[in-house]
T-cell receptor, first 115, second 111 residues
């Protein structure tokens, strides 16, 4: 079984400040890790993913995340946020179940950027 | 490319009514998924289809059925809608590296 915990349900921050959204996971098998963003009244879209290789992963819109296997974490960071980054962010893990990799999503973190 | 499309965008049902949510993708992906999204619960997997002709239950399958009509289309059916099925439903498909592509969602209200 696998699970994802997003440690903060809401993160308020001022524009141009740095931000970190935290994600921890548990799994008994090797996993792939993802961060998705959801803007109001839209579907989810991929920010970045970790499949293998370098543990620091860069994504779209200036976001990056670091895979830490020993701490089973995949925290998302951005050095300077914009108003337009206000959205819901979801961490997801895909581990092998049978012949397929089935994703599990966290409950989401609402990032609120204030001017 | 349209990506993943879903119909309808909105639907209101009375308790006990049935309906089918339609999903199609034009990216030649093998796997397709149905999720529901409820406030504070994230996305929960209802059913998935790893390939044409196969379907499997996810975390919350009760009250739903699915059909993988062909490689492009994956429908979700509510046989007898209940208020607990009020939610936003998302269809998704994924590439071989497991990056998921989502549709715009269907907002369903059951009264």
């Amino acid at each position: 079984a696998q699970s994802v915990t997003q440690l903060d349900s809401q993160v308020p921050v001022f524009e141009e400040a740095p931000v970190e959204l935290r994600c921890n996971y548990s799994s008994s098998v090797s996993v792939y890790l993802f961060w998705y963003v959801q803007y109001p009244n839209q579907g989810l879209q991929l920010l970045l993913k970790y499949l293998s290789g370098s543990t620091l992963v860069k994504g779209i819109n200036g976001f990056e995340a670091e895979f830490n296997k020993s701490q089973t974490s995949f925290h998302l960071r951005k050095p300077s946020v914009h108003i337009s980054d206000t959205a819901e962010y979801f961490c997801a893990v895909s581990g092998k179940a049978g012949g397929s990799y089935i994703p599990t999503f966290g409950r989401g973190t609402s990032l609120i950027v204030h001017p | 490319n349209a990506g993943v499309t879903q119909t309808p965008k909105f639907q209101v049902l009375k308790t006990g009514q049935s309906m089918t949510l339609q999903c199609a993708q034009d990216m030649n992906h093998n796997s397709m998924y149905w999720y529901r999204q409820d406030p504070g619960m994230g996305l929960r997997l209802i059913y998935y289809s790893a390939s044409e002709g196969t379907t499997d239950k996810g975390e919350v399958p009760n009250g739903y059925n699915v059909s993988r009509l062909n490689k492009r289309e994956f429908s979700l059916r509510l046989e007898s809608a209940a208020p607990s099925q009020t939610s936003v439903y998302f269809c998704a498909s994924d590439r071989t590296d497991y990056e998921q592509y989502f549709g715009p969602g269907t907002r369903l209200t059951v009264t």
